[in-house]
């Protein structure tokens, strides 16, 4: 990816789905600079997320022309053929900003982490392209991933690297705290199991069977002894 496409890319005007549709398909798929002739079908499956049986989302074929419509909004796709006025089933685009390096290079220097680290400017929307809508942090969080780093000083990454470390650890940790928690807990401490005062019901049944031929016994001798 290229800063003129990363800045394009990270504009808060441009959603997510388009995000995914640009970076993980029409770039992906593309020849050069040049996207293959667009397929709305496979668009469509590329996009669509399913569940257990079921499609949690899909885009229609007129939420895939809107998606398209954002990406040349921001400069991503330039048209160079479109069969179809309403569309763009079977048209095809340039990727201007492929080829174009922006305003600043990315950063390239790797290094170790070190006690001084913050992300930088770029992460807020870093995040964003991610899928972290919420990219605010605290202290906590932040001196958890420096010394879960530091521990490991064969590690070199760059600035955008450690962001994007930093961005995926955010993501996990606030999916375990949205999942809710299993049977038999109550926050994170584990309940013990309560057991019922007294013998269970089986074993009351069973000492009132014993009772009960005890005493039939004892009426069967008292019997004999008469």
Avoid at 73 to 79: D, F, I, R, T, V
Avoid at 147 to 157: D, I, K, M, Q, S
Wanted: charged fraction near 25%; include cysteine; hydrophobic fraction near 35%.
């Amino acid at each position: 990816m290229t800063p003129a496409e990363y800045q394009a890319l990270t504009s808060p005007r441009l959603s997510h789905p388009a995000r995914s549709l640009y970076q993980y398909y029409l770039r992906h798929h593309a020849r050069g600079d040049q996207t293959q002739p667009l397929d709305y079908p496979d668009l469509g499956k590329a996009l669509a997320v399913q569940g257990e049986g079921e499609y949690r989302y899909r885009v229609t074929p007129a939420e895939l022309t809107a998606l398209v419509d954002e990406l040349l909004e921001a400069g991503l796709l330039s048209p160079l053929e479109r069969p179809h006025p309403q569309h763009y089933h079977g048209a095809v685009f340039s990727l201007p900003l492929k080829r174009l390096q922006g305003l600043a290079p990315l950063p390239s220097r790797q290094f170790a982490m070190h006690p001084e680290w913050r992300p930088d400017a770029q992460f807020d929307g870093l995040a964003r392209l991610c899928g972290l809508l919420d990219s605010h942090f605290d202290e906590t969080e932040l001196g958890e991933f420096i010394a879960y780093w530091l521990g490991r000083p064969e590690v070199f990454e760059n600035q955008h690297q450690w962001m994007l470390k930093f961005v995926r650890k955010l993501k996990h940790q606030r999916s375990v705290r949205r999942a809710p928690p299993p049977a038999g807990t109550e926050g994170y401490q584990q309940v013990p199991v309560r057991a019922a005062p007294g013998p269970s019901r089986r074993a009351r049944e069973m000492m009132e069977e014993a009772q009960r031929l005890g005493t039939d016994c004892q009426e069967d001798h008292h019997e004999k002894d008469t």
